[in-house]
Nanobody
Framework: QVQLVESGGGLVQAGGSLRLSCTIS????????MGWFRQAPGKEREFVSA????????YYADSVKGRFTISRDYAKNTVYLQMNSLKPEDTAVYYC??????????????????WGQGTQVTVSS
């Protein structure tokens, strides 16, 4: 089992920044990749970013490229999402997720076995 705990959401004005954290506990050695997804009211959950845990290969959705940065800290078993130049359309509940099986396609939420509780990010205009 893997447990994920997120933090760092909040309310920020457009153009501002936030950093989300996701700490992993339990069978952390089985983690193959970590992803961030978001879900706005009335919309489907969408891919934001992912990182392969061992190789560090990173993926971003086109909508966040150049503004968001994903990173990981092995020692703290934590993955971060630094969000800069935030826009009102970034408003959503953000979820971190862990994949313990190899997945070729990390932008599909069905490929992740474990999920955090979600943290609200609200960007005001």
């Amino acid at each position: 089992q893997v447990q994920l705990v997120e933090s760092g959401g909040g309310l920020v004005q457009a153009g501002g920044s936030l950093r989300l954290s996701c700490t992993i506990s339990g069978r952390t050695f089985s983690t193959r990749a970590m992803g961030w997804f978001r879900q706005a009211p009335g919309k489907e959950r969408e891919f934001v970013s992912a990182i392969r845990w061992n190789s560090g290969i990173i993926y971003y959705a086109d909508s966040v490229k150049g503004r968001f940065t994903i990173s990981r800290d092995y020692a703290k078993n934590t993955v971060y999402l630094q969000m800069n130049s935030l826009k009102p359309e970034d408003t959503a509940v953000y979820y971190c997720a862990a994949a313990v099986q190899w997945r070729n396609d990390l932008n599909d939420p069905r490929g992740y076995e474990y999920w955090g509780q979600g943290t609200q990010v609200t960007v005001s205009s």
